[in-house]
C-alpha cells in the first residue's frame, strides 16, 4: 500500500443491504473497502493483500467468524477485528472478547459508531495485546445455552459488553437495578465466566442478617467472641477466597460492618470477631443495591469512601418496561424452565403475548416468571390466549395505555372507526389494536425509508431483527418500498 493509499478495510458479511450501508459510510469517510461474503473469500483476500481492520460477522454461510479467527492472526497478527453480531447474546459478548476483537458491535448497531471505531482501530499500532492470565479454550454455545442472563435488547448490550470486560481482571463491581432485574444473575455471570470459575461463589443478603451479626457473617468469629459463640465459625470472606464474594443489598449495611468492610477491601486482610491474628484472603468482590447510594451518603448513612471503593465498575440493569422487546424470548425461556420443572408445555399466542407486553412490571424479570409459571400451571389446553391472561394473571395485562385520548385527531378518529367495525371483547382493546394498526405502521417507516430495514427499525425503535419477524408475519413486502435503480 503506498503511503497516500487510503485505508483498506476487509468487511466479511454476508448480508448484503447490511455491507452495503457499511461500506457506503465507510468509502464516505475516505476508507477503501473490500467485501467478502464468506470466510473462504476472507482468508483468499488476506492470502492477497494487507488490510489496515477487519469488520466481520459472526454467523457466516461457511462457519463462524469468531470461531475461524485464529487462522486470520496467522496471516495477519497486528490487524484489528471489529466483530458484528446479530445473536446479541452475553455468551457473544464474551467470545468477542475472549477473541482479543478491538470492539465488538451487536445488530442493530449505531453506524456512526462503527466508523468512529474503524477509524480508531486504522490508527491503532496493533491489535489490542492479550491480557495477562486470560482464560484460554471454547465459550459456552453461541445461543447463550447454560448462561444465567436472557435477552438481546439494546438495553441489555451495554451489560453484556461490561460483564465481558471484567471477565479477566478482579475490579469491583456495583451491579444497581430495581428488585428483580437479575442483579445476582450478573454476578454470577462474572464469577462462572471468569478467571475465579474454578473458585467458591458465596452470595450474602446483608439486609437479611441481623446488625448485631453482620460482622460475624462476614468475617467470621472464635469461640467465645461473644454470648452465643460456642465454637469458631468461618465467615463468607474466608468461605469465598479464591473465587466470588457477591454483596447483596449493600445498601442496607450498618455503619460499623461498613468500616469494617472498606478495611477488608483496601488491605485485603481480615479478622475474625474476638480474634488477633490478621488473615489474607483473596476474593473479587461484587455489590449489589436497588437503593440510590448518593442520598444515603449525603444522610451520613453509607460511608462515601466506602461507596468509591466498591463503585469501581458500575453496571445498571434496565427495568423489564424499558426493555420489553425482551420479553417475548423471555416468556418462552420461562415455558421452557417450567416444562423442565414438571409442568405442562404450554405455548403464547400473539394477543397473550402482546398483552404480557403491555404489563407494567413492577416486579420486573422475577414477576414476569412467576406469572408464566402461573399460567403454565393452570391454563387450559396447550395455548395460553388473551382471555387466559385475563383471568389468571389479572386485569392489569388487559389495560389500554392512558395516552390514547390525547393521541392526533387522525389517529383517534381511525381507532374509532376500526373499534366501530371490530367490536373487540373487553380487555383486548390494546392486543388487537396492536394486531390492526401495526402493519401500516411498519409500513409507513419502510416508506420514510425508502425500505432501508435498518433504518426503518431504528425509527420505530425495535431490533432490526424483530423488524424483519414482523414483517415476515404481517406478510409485508419491503422491496416496495425501496428506492428505484
Known amino acids: 500500500m503506498a503511503r497516500d493509499d487510503p485505508p483498506s478495510i476487509l468487511l466479511v458479511e ?60 496467522a496471516a495477519a497478527p497486528a490487524m484489528p477485528v471489529i466483530v458484528l453480531s446479530a445473536q446479541n447474546t452475553l455468551d457473544t459478548a464474551v467470545r468477542a472478547s475472549d477473541s482479543e476483537a478491538f470492539e465488538y458491535f451487536p445488530k442493530p448497531f449505531d453506524l456512526d459508531q462503527l466508523v468512529q471505531a474503524v477509524g480508531k482501530a486504522a490508527g491503532a499500532t496493533g491489535r489490542r495485546a492479550p491480557e495477562a492470565g486470560a482464560a484460554q479454550g471454547e465459550a459456552p454455545g453461541a445461543d447463550g445455552e447454560g448462561l444465567p442472563l436472557v435477552g438481546r435488547s439494546p438495553a441489555m448490550q451495554g451489560v453484556y459488553r461490561m460483564i465481558a470486560r471484567v471477565l479477566r481482571n478482579d475490579l469491583t463491581v456495583l451491579v444497581t437495578g430495581e428488585s428483580g432485574t437479575g442483579k445476582e444473575l450478573v454476578a454470577e455471570a462474572i464469577h462462572q465466566l471468569g478467571s475465579r470459575a474454578t473458585g467458591p461463589f458465596v452470595a450474602v443478603n446483608t439486609a437479611a442478617i441481623p446488625s448485631d451479626l453482620i460482622e460475624s457473617e462476614l468475617f467470621g468469629h472464635e469461640k467465645g467472641a461473644f454470648t452465643g459463640a460456642i465454637a469458631q465459625a468461618i465467615g463468607k470472606f474466608e468461605q469465598a477466597n479464591g473465587g466470588t464474594l457477591f454483596l447483596d443489598e449493600i445498601g442496607d449495611m450498618p455503619a460499623e460492618a ?66 420489553r422487546e425482551d420479553i417475548e424470548v423471555l416468556t418462552q425461556h420461562f415455558l421452557a424452565q417450567a416444562v423442565e420443572d414438571g409442568l405442562p408445555r404450554r405455548r403464547l399466542t400473539a394477543e397473550a403475548l402482546a398483552l404480557l407486553e403491555t404489563r407494567a412490571w413492577r416486579g420486573n424479570v422475577r414477576e414476569l416468571r412467576n406469572v408464566v409459571y402461573r399460567l403454565a400451571l393452570m391454563a387450559q389446553g396447550e395455548a395460553i390466549d388473551a382471555a387466559a391472561i385475563a383471568e389468571i394473571v389479572g386485569p392489569e395485562a388487559a389495560q389500554a395505555p392512558a395516552p390514547l385520548a390525547s393521541a392526533p385527531a387522525s389517529l383517534a378518529d381511525a381507532l374509532d372507526h376500526w373499534l366501530a367495525r371490530e367490536n373487540p371483547p373487553d380487555g383486548l382493546l390494546h392486543a388487537r389494536a396492536i394486531a390492526a394498526f401495526e402493519k401500516p405502521l411498519i409500513e409507513h417507516a419502510l416508506k420514510r425509508t425508502r425500505g432501508n430495514q435498518l433504518r426503518a427499525a431504528k425509527l420505530l425503535g425495535i431490533n432490526r431483527n424483530t423488524l424483519r419477524k414482523r414483517i415476515v408475519e404481517l406478510e409485508i413486502e419491503p422491496e416496495r418500498f425501496a428506492r428505484s435503480v
Open 14 to 73: 454476508d448480508d448484503r443491504a447490511i455491507a452495503t450501508v457499511i461500506s457506503a459510510a465507510l468509502e464516505d469517510e475516505g476508507f477503501a473497502i473490500r467485501h467478502c461474503f464468506s470466510i473462504a473469500e476472507r482468508d483468499a483476500a488476506l492470502a492477497e493483500s494487507a488490510f489496515a481492520v477487519m469488520v466481520t460477522d459472526v454467523l457466516l454461510e461457511d462457519g463462524d467468524g469468531i470461531a475461524s479467527l485464529d487462522a486470520v492472526r
Open 258 to 323: 461498613q468500616t469494617r468492610l472498606l478495611r477488608a477491601l483496601q488491605s485485603g486482610r481480615i479478622r475474625r470477631v474476638g480474634g488477633r491474628q490478621e488473615i489474607s484472603v483473596s476474593v473479587r468482590i461484587i455489590a449489589a443495591t436497588n437503593r440510590d447510594l448518593v442520598p444515603l451518603i449525603e444522610q451520613g448513612a453509607f460511608r462515601e469512601d466506602l461507596y468509591y471503593r466498591l463503585n469501581v465498575v458500575p453496571i445498571q440493569l434496565p427495568p423489564l418496561r424499558e426493555r
